[in-house]
């Protein structure tokens, strides 16, 4: 079967200046493009024990430990994944890379740049207009997976020098991770986890380097704005200790404490719509430090292109399709031609 590309022509952000580099001059008064009402941020919560569950790959054979991923997927969207196999000197050696390629000087990074209608390379997400506010970070996307005939190597860097090598590393072992808990999901939402898994065995996979510079008006400013992710999971590895990831659970913002060596998980609009509402994506940010750089990595997962996404249809048996079934780069296009704006554009193909 010839393997599609699934984010060819769908769209890319309009060139803006680069955050990095912008930081970098210890601005006082940050333009105004990236300043926000404070009427935007809304409440964080203050709760401390109130934290993303926690889940043991190592355990889900057990059907305690099934129900406890069952209830993460359905009641938070979110959580926190330990003991996931993947090898720690292949999460480190994408640390060490990542944190070298963001180090090198603009120039070098920019002959990665991101080309007009292009999400891949270096540069922004989701700048539609000239005049939307902005986020305050930079970021590096690819699209490891499929490899034929995704990889477009003009985007690769070859500074550091292993840095090709240890994505298509990192790329692997985050697929089938993936893959092994697309077919948990699936049985725990009672259909056939080879089918779920199938959708995205040879689907697309993007990974996204973001890097978020310290601002000296670090409280007026979003590293990323209130969204959810398009995929069907999205697995993140946080690279240092600076904390930034907030999800929206009870219209309060809960700060994310990264476990060490843990991936944080969490359910994509395309799970939504496929459990037809039953497990949902969450609305989350990214907030910055106005004295530290935090880096993260997000391996994002979508199902092969042209396969129609839609409720699945053993789950609207006893229920009506609460979504329309439509075309995964139909979704895509929708949400590239938006800015990050919550829940708006699944909100526009719900019936």
């Known amino acids: ?24 001059n210890n601005l006082k008064n940050i333009p105004s493009r990236y300043i926000r009402p404070e009427a935007e941020f809304g409440a964080v919560s203050v709760d401390e024990s109130l934290q993303i569950p926690v889940i043991d790959m190592s355990k889900l054979d057990h059907d305690d430990e099934l129900e406890k991923l069952h209830l993460a997927c359905r009641d938070w969207g979110f959580f926190q994944l330990i003991n996931h196999g993947v090898p720690a000197e292949v999460v480190e ?5 990542t944190q070298e390629f963001f180090n090198l000087p603009l120039e070098e990074k920019m002959v990665c740049a991101q080309l007009p209608n292009h999400i891949e390379g270096y540069g922004q997400v989701a700048v539609v207009s000239q005049d ?66 199938s ?82 994506s969450i609305e989350h940010r990214a907030v910055v430090d106005p004295e530290k750089a935090r880096l993260s990595i997000a391996a994002l997962h979508y199902p092969i292109r042209g396969t129609p996404i839609g409720p699945l249809s053993d789950l609207v048996k006893a229920n009506k399709a ?8 139909e979704f895509l296009r929708l949400k590239l031609s938006s800015k990050l704006d919550g829940k708006r554009v699944l909100d526009q193909i719900k019936l």
């Open 1 to 24: 079967m010839e393997t599609k590309v699934l984010f060819g022509g769908l769209g890319g952000s309009l060139p803006v200046e680069n955050v990095q580099a912008l930081a970098s």
């Open 93 to 97: 050696k994408m640390k060490i890379d």
């Open 132 to 197: 939307q506010k902005l986020d305050w970070g930079d970021m590096l996307f690819l699209l490891p997976l499929p490899a034929v005939p995704s990889r477009n190597m003009r985007f690769w860097p070859t500074n550091p020098p292993s840095f090709r090598e240890t994505v298509d590393n990192y790329s692997m072992e985050l697929h089938k991770t993936m893959i092994h808990l697309m077919k948990l999901i699936a049985k725990n939402l009672g259909t056939d986890p080879g089918m779920l898994s």
């Open 199 to 280: 959708l995205f065995e040879d689907g697309t996979q993007g990974i996204k380097l973001n890097y978020y510079p310290p601002c000296a008006e670090a409280s007026k400013v979003y590293g990323i704005a209130p969204h959810s992710d398009s995929t069907g999971l999205t697995l993140l590895l946080q690279l240092n200790e600076v904390e930034g990831l907030q999800v929206k659970r009870n219209e309060k913002w809960v700060p994310v404490k990264p476990i060490p060596g843990a991936l944080i998980i969490n359910v994509g609009d395309m799970i939504e719509i496929l459990s037809n509402g039953e497990y949902k």
């Open 322 to 329: 609460m979504y329309k079934t439509i075309p995964p780069e």
